[in-house]
């Protein structure tokens, strides 16, 4: 059978794989903090018919061999930890970070942790700053009682700041850490917008925001998603007339077994 319709095979399996990542992208265009994925492609292993530097002659070589591809398959889904557009909210409880470094750190409800870019914070019922989800920010905040929310002030280097009651000035109530990784690319997208921290990223390293690289804080933003729909759009564009080209070859390559096959008739 004629290698090709295999070869095409994989070529649309990867195109399908390229638009699923890209749909991916495009329903996060509005999720807070959401950052990319990317899927790279390797080509698969080649069948030498000859072999380059062959001998030819007693004083030449052969100086280029012949070589079948296999086709493609997907070799990594990176992400993309390029910033986002911030977008002014207003509220005293969205932070952003305003730079690609630095990631907030949250306590899971099985008391392990995990990492987001994700500002969008809250308060509970416990005066406890929480994500969407309730997780705990850390190291934890709590407001003391009598202490009025619309006050909360936090600084460019995470100093967290409120008034209490009928006092004037504000009382530090707790600091807010971000943390990095040698190789974000390296961190386990769990849902939720929280990433976990895997062999490949490397152990945590804490800072204080606005210095030693990290980035600072920026109360009343929320960073937005990086895609950007028009690069998914093209790359959309591009996929499709791949899997296009692919499924032409495949129906090529059947033509041709069909003449082959006729020829005995």
Avoid: C, H
């Avoid at 080649?46 to 030819?56: C, H, K, N, R």
């Avoid at 190291?139 to 600084?155: E, R």
């Amino acid at each position: 059978m004629l290698r090709s319709l295999w070869t095409a095979a994989t070529g649309m399996i990867g195109q399908q794989f390229q638009m699923d990542t890209i749909a991916n992208n495009l329903s996060n265009v509005n999720t807070t903090g959401f950052k990319k994925n990317r899927a790279d492609f390797q080509d698969l292993v080649y069948q030498q018919q000859v072999l380059a530097g062959t001998p030819a002659t007693a004083v030449s070589e052969i100086p280029t061999g012949v070589y079948y591809g296999a086709g493609t398959r997907v070799a990594a889904t990176q992400k993309l930890f390029e910033m986002g557009s911030l977008q002014a909210t207003g509220n005293k409880f969205d932070l952003a970070i305003t730079s690609e470094v630095g990631f907030f750190k949250i306590q899971n409800p099985d008391g392990t942790f995990s990492y987001t870019r994700d500002g969008s914070f809250k308060i509970d019922s416990r005066q406890q700053i929480v994500t969407s989800n309730g997780y705990l920010l850390e190291p934890p905040i709590t407001l003391p009682p009598g202490a009025i929310n619309n006050s909360l002030m936090v600084s460019e280097d995470g100093e967290v700041t409120v008034r209490v009651g009928d006092e004037i000035r504000p009382t530090k109530i707790g600091q807010i850490d971000l943390f990095r990784f040698v190789n974000p690319a390296g961190l386990q997208a769990i849902g939720n917008n929280l990433f976990k921290e895997t062999q490949a990223s490397g152990p945590e390293i804490q800072g204080t925001p606005g210095r030693e690289g990290f980035g600072g804080l920026l109360q009343g933003f929320l960073e937005m998603s990086n895609v950007k729909i028009v690069e998914e759009m093209v790359s959309m564009i591009v996929a499709q007339r791949a899997y296009e080209s692919n499924s032409k070859s495949i129906t090529t390559s059947d033509s041709m077994l069909g003449t082959a096959i006729s020829m005995k008739r």
